[in-house]
């Protein structure tokens, strides 16, 4: 692990900056090029209070520590950071000793003790997954698994939207015109129709939302016949959604709707009575908020009574830190609602709850097609199931072209075509709109899912080959350039791994495994591994199980398939 050479070089710098090792330690970095050091640390602060120029500083540094850094073999001054290279050798044994336990790699007890509510997926009942919903999905996994691998205790919450007015618009369409349609054939895609159709209908007879509006009033108050018409919804729409989270490999351990805490949004209304938050405005209860939060204020109910997003919303994480016990509550949602939960969090804070500073909205951006942003209620959209669909199809044609004899095509399709899915989507900043580039998603070659995917093939291949049992232990040095870059990169999972999960960014993983990839290729390219003199080749053999193994635990957290052949 990194942190083990970190806190050597902190240990000896801490006298000669006056600062504690954790402190120090905190700032080293990873150099941009490799030649001028595994670890730097910036000398620019302490320049400016020495009144002195940072390469003077940094020089200045070099000479009193060369020598004197347990493991480190060389010490440069570059510009204003000090540069430290780890001791061949002593890199080399780190690496094998992280190795040894494969299922530890990238874990750490930081959130030992600690548990996580994590809102992620979500989709809205009667509608088909979209696009959307499947960046809201991958995303939400793989901050699961990097929480998981931190120590943290996870609840993942499918907080679907099977509640609000739509479903009085849903209700009434199939009240007057269910017996146009066979539900029994495809059912979500006729609930879809009808929805669509509402609208249409409604830019024509504006009374239509009136009527919607009113039949929604009804099932808050307990009209036994639109009830079972939207559990029936519920009910048709779960079964489209459990294949596809199959498909993924999507796993929540609680799916609790909107519509669970109606009879918990007294409460709420009662708790801001009680610090006399709501205000009257226009008919309708709202929270103000101060002119400095610069927001206009949260609605809590509107002034025909009707509960709203942000009502539910308080009472869930009320809910999910007073009853399922969180002490971080994420919320996997796109930048859209930005605003929406800067006042719900805000209006916890008005309640005086200090854990609202524990609630966090994990935002992200869009993806970008050529037919532009999606809107169901005018029947475009480019659905969940359709991408995936799409990225089997043409992985499959890669396979007939490249590889025809494979076994197992379909499965390896597959799993070759939801790793590139998924692999795209989080090679992304979260925060960014994503491109999407069919040719450059399923690519051999490129920054891609199926290429960090071939690299683990190519490992498993190799050991194949070689047919022996690959020890860690009496290995000869491995010195070369290549060797070298490739264990460094190996050392450093355990930070990547941790700070992926830090900032909630898992494109930190994914940038990180094809880096590996990279580097395991020019390894591959430059030096021979079967073959060469048994010891060497003993070495050489080890450092692909490492890699192996690695690349294994990054893709697992990153929820792709791992697929042993292509």
Not at 30 to 37: S, T
Not at 380 to 385: A, H
């Amino acid at each position: 692990m990194i942190d083990v050479f970190k806190r050597e070089i902190a240990q000896a710098l801490s006298p000669a900056l006056n600062k504690s090792a954790d402190e120090i330690s905190r700032l080293i970095e990873k150099p941009k090029i490799l030649d001028h050091g595994h670890l730097a640390y910036p000398v620019f602060s302490l320049a400016k209070e020495k009144r002195m120029p940072p390469p003077a500083v940094a020089a200045e540094l070099a000479q009193q520590l060369t020598g004197k850094i347990k493991n480190i073999s060389e010490i440069n001054a570059v510009s204003g950071f000090l540069n430290f290279k780890i001791d061949p050798q002593a890199l080399q044994n780190e690496v094998f000793r992280e190795v040894q336990q494969p299922e530890k790699l990238g874990r750490t007890e930081e959130g030992k003790g600690r548990r996580i509510v994590i809102d992620f997926s979500s989709p809205n009942v009667a509608k088909p997954m979209h696009v959307g919903h499947l960046r809201a999905t991958v995303i939400g996994q793989s901050i699961k698994n990097l929480a998981l691998s931190q120590g943290y205790e996870v609840i993942a919450v499918n907080h679907i939207g099977d509640w609000g007015s739509q479903f009085g618009k849903l209700a009434w369409a199939m009240q007057n015109w269910g017996a146009d349609y066979d539900f029994s054939v495809e059912p979500m895609k006729k609930l879809v129709e009808l929805y669509v159709r509402f609208h249409s209908e409604a830019e024509k007879d504006p009374e239509l939302e009136k009527k919607g509006a009113e039949t929604f009033r009804n099932l808050e108050q307990g009209d036994a016949e639109i009830e079972k018409l939207w559990k029936k919804v519920i009910d048709y729409s779960f079964k489209d959604y459990n294949r596809l989270y199959a498909l993924l490999g999507t796993q929540h351990d609680a799916v609790i709707g909107e519509s669970f805490y109606n009879d918990k949004l007294d409460d709420v209304v009662q708790r801001l009575e009680k610090k006399q938050l709501i205000k009257e405005s226009e008919g309708a209860q709202v929270v103000f908020f101060e002119e400095t939060e610069k927001m206009p204020p949260c609605l809590i109910k509107k002034s025909d009574g009707a509960s709203i997003y942000a009502t539910r919303d308080l009472a869930a994480a009320i809910y999910r830190k007073e009853v399922q016990k969180a002490d971080v509550l994420l919320y996997l949602v796109g930048q859209e609602q930005s605003l929406h939960f800067k006042q719900v969090f805000k209006v916890l804070d008005l309640l005086g709850y200090d854990w609202a500073k524990d609630c966090h909205h994990i935002s992200f951006g869009l993806y970008q097609f050529k037919d532009g942003k999606m809107s169901t209620r005018q029947g475009r959209v480019i659905l969940f199931e359709d991408v995936i669909n799409k990225a089997i199809e043409m992985v499959s044609k890669m396979i007939e072209e490249k590889n025809p004899d494979l076994e197992e095509k379909e499965k390896i399709a597959k799993e070759v075509a939801i790793g590139a899915v998924v692999f795209h989507d989080l090679l992304n900043d979260r925060v960014k709109n994503v491109e999407f580039d069919w040719d450059r998603i399923i690519s051999l070659d490129g920054d891609s899912g199926p290429y960090v995917q071939y690299t683990r093939v190519r490992c498993q291949s190799l050991m194949k080959k070689y047919n022996k049992n690959i020890s860690f232990e009496n290995l000869s040095l491995m010195g070369s350039l290549e060797e070298q870059r490739l264990m460094f990169t190996i050392l450093q999972f355990q930070d990547v791994v941790s700070g992926s999960y830090r900032i909630f960014k898992p494109n930190i993983l994914a940038q990180y495994l094809l880096e590996l990839s990279g580097n395991f290729s020019s390894f591959y390219n430059k030096c021979r591994i079967l073959g060469e003199d048994p010891k060497v080749e003993q070495s050489r053999m080890a450092l692909v199980s490492a890699v192996d193994r690695v690349l294994i635990q990054g893709m697992k957290l990153l929820n792709m398939p791992i697929p042993n052949a292509m």
